[in-house]
């Protein structure tokens, strides 16, 4: 199975943007097996569903929250996600962990979460 490492958190401003990425490494050809999807933690509250992505990028769903704002994208050659995050506010404000899902299953592979912080 893949494993998955999150990059690119940080400290962002009000109404600034950040990009966050997300390795998978793993036998050659799995990535492409896996739907993949964007969570976030905010502090003191449970971990919420921010984007997904299908295999072939056919079928992407956002949070309410962020829709209009985020942007869920992977890259399967490189086997590599994204979240493109504009406009942030504070209820931003989160680890954002990466994760992974074989068809029919739960999201299952995690990845140690990078730590989003937007200042107001």
């Known amino acids: 199975q893949v494993k998955l490492a999150e990059s690119g958190g940080g400290l962002a401003q009000f109404g600034g943007s950040l990009r966050l990425s997300c390795s998978a490494s793993g036998p050659a050809g799995i990535f492409n097996l896996y739907q993949m999807g964007w969570f976030r933690q905010p502090p003191g509250k449970e971990r919420e569903s921010v984007a997904t992505?299908?295999?072939?990028?056919?079928?992407?769903t956002y949070a309410d929250s962020v829709k209009g704002r985020f942007t869920i994208s992977r890259d399967n050659a490189k086997r590599m996600v994204y979240l493109q995050m504009n406009s942030l506010n504070s209820e931003d404000t989160a680890v954002y962990y990466c994760?992974?899902?074989?068809?029919?299953?739960?999201?299952?592979?995690w990845g140690q979460g990078t730590q989003v912080t937007v200042a107001s």
């Open positions: 992505i299908t295999q072939s990028s056919a079928t992407i």
């Open positions: 994760a992974a899902r074989q068809p029919g299953r739960a999201f299952d592979i």
